[in-house]
């Protein structure tokens, strides 16, 4: 990982989860580290996610929406971590235009500056297991049938294919990876909008019941978002990743039961009740979904090292110490 | 075809070249007409190409990216036939975000509009081959990987999404045909921005050699106007198409040297010559294509029935007589 000494890093979603973990290992690693970010307060963002490395980061708030910001920011750069994006499922069905506006043409945007003022950038796209859609067979592999349930997995599915565009056309580096669950430290928890695991720890925390939907019995697989980072910078320096698309993915595979199971056992009184879908909900629900990821695993040495057991644990521990940072407990 | 005798029915790129021709068709079947074109002069939409009919449509000049203006003309239509759409490869790489606003943010806005206002409109979506990239396998059908070779193939693999995802989670009862080269009365020649064949004709018309790019040994099927008519009107009326992806093609495969020898005998003193790919060409060019139609033949007994030989003859007769309205000849 010696390419990020003193590599001009730009991340876009630098304040969220994802975003902020990357930018800790960046600034471990020697990279001068520039934080773009919207701030959104529905959105991923939180300015406690980089609290720790807030003197070592550059970072300019702005929305990637913002044309002109993103081509002023993304001149000088010489790897772009593109992960900023709308990522909440139900809301992309309640306002699609501002998914798209977001997933997919602020992303050409991105593309276009930087095909015009740095060709020479190396990119990386945070894609979503979503656009699959309910998956055909499993484990998912990167040859499955695209199909996506809702607007958001249209708009990512697009963001991608710009990306890949811009790579085969123009030369631009770019790779993309479709992350599947992602957890820990420095996730939403506000809400569901980022992912249904923040709010569980929620629940748990303030010593609610978790809500598990449907039967419990769903299928899925989980990446500890050091993992995820572990990824990001593999696509982002191995050449064999340029113009490529890679699910990330686990082969601890679980249902929604278990999880929930193993997650009350790490807070006391922690509980889960079983309630039906909300319709909403139903109409986008993939049923059983988790990933084949042995093309990344082959080409690009990756795998996940971090247990569901030791990552829920250090999550946990995470928001028990920072509650009031992510959410406001209730009076 | 009683189901449109008294429709409503709007076409959006309804002065275009295939708008226009499902528009007589559709006047004959006794249905009201509403025609919403936006006559961008660098795209399809020409007045000359309903002057015969022009009595028996109302005519409304809007754009699609107009919200306000789709969100009254949607409300009180049976059918919609969402044709409306850029259709230059190479603009879509020049001007992507046009691309995009058109071929899939206003689509969306087009489906919100109707899941608002009219959710039991019957929609068809005109979408395109090109989002296939270059071949695996040939004939190409449609569990062929998606794998668009430009911003135009991304952006109308959105558009599509949209129709289809609404279709699945809110009963609105949309279709999508993917239509290959369509040919024949109406058709844009004034540039290859809506199809090479368009231009050939002109370059005949005017006594000039048809340009060839490449060896000219690519293979490509052609649909006659009037087949891509009828294929629309039964995707709006067959339940069976509900929520469905055709493609459209012909058996009639040529290669586009035996293409132009064909288009040739038809004008005194035609002639072709091959000549090298343009470069910004033959970075999104596909190599040899042609469809595999089974599904829609199969499902909805659609198939071609104006060969090529015939269908040519009849173009060129149109532009013989018409060349004054489709371009201005060299003084």
């Known amino acids: 990982m010696d390419h990020f000494n003193d590599a001009r890093v730009l991340i876009t979603g630098g304040l969220g989860f994802v975003g902020s973990n990357l930018a800790r290992r960046l600034v471990e ?10 701030l959104i307060p529905l959105y991923g963002g939180n300015p406690q996610n980089i609290a720790d490395i807030s003197d070592r980061v550059t970072v300019n708030v702005c929305d990637v929406r913002d044309r002109f910001a993103m081509e002023y920011l993304v001149q000088d750069t010489d790897y772009l ?10 809301d992309s069905m309640t306002d699609p235009q501002t998914d798209l506006d977001i997933n997919a043409s602020a992303q050409l945007s991105i593309l276009e500056a930087c095909r015009k003022a740095n060709p020479r950038v190396r990119l990386v796209f945070a894609s979503t297991r979503q656009l699959y859609g309910r998956p055909d ?19 990512k599915l697009a963001g991608e294919g710009y990306h890949l565009l811009y790579s ?17 430290p420095g996730m939403r928890v506000k809400d569901a909008r980022q992912t249904f695991l923040g709010i569980w720890v929620r629940q748990l925390l303030e010593g609610q019941p978790i809500k598990v939907f449907g039967d419990g019995e769903q299928l899925r697989d ?16 191995e050449d064999a990743a340029i113009g490529k698309v890679y699910n990330l993915g686990s082969a601890e595979v679980v249902s929604l039961r278990q999880l929930a199971s193993m997650m ?3 807070v006391d009184g922690g509980r889960f ?7 909403e909900r139903k109409a986008i629900d993939i049923g059983d979904y988790y990933s084949d990821f042995a093309l990344i ?35």
Do not use: M
């Open 264 to 266: 009350i056992g790490l």
């Open 29 to 38: 690693l020697g990279a001068q580290v520039t934080l773009a970010d919207s």
């Open 137 to 155: 067979y499993l484990p998912v592999d990167e040859k499955h049938p695209i199909r996506p349930v809702d607007v958001n997995g249209i708009n």
């Open 222 to 237: 989980f990446n500890y978002v050091d993992d995820c980072v572990t990824a990001l910078l593999l696509a982002a320096t």
């Open 81 to 90: 971590f593109n992960l900023a994006g709308q990522t909440s499922h139900l």
């Open 273 to 279: 009740e079983i309630v039906a879908f909300p319709p």
């Open 297 to 331: 695993e082959r080409e690009l040495g990756w795998a996940p090292r971090v247990t569901l057991a030791a990552g829920l644990a250090r999550t946990i521990d995470y928001y028990r110490q920072h509650a009031a940072h992510y959410w406001e407990s209730p009076p």
């Open 168 to 184: 085969s056309v123009y030369g631009i580096r770019a790779s993309v990876l479709r992350l599947t669950n992602t957890y820990g």
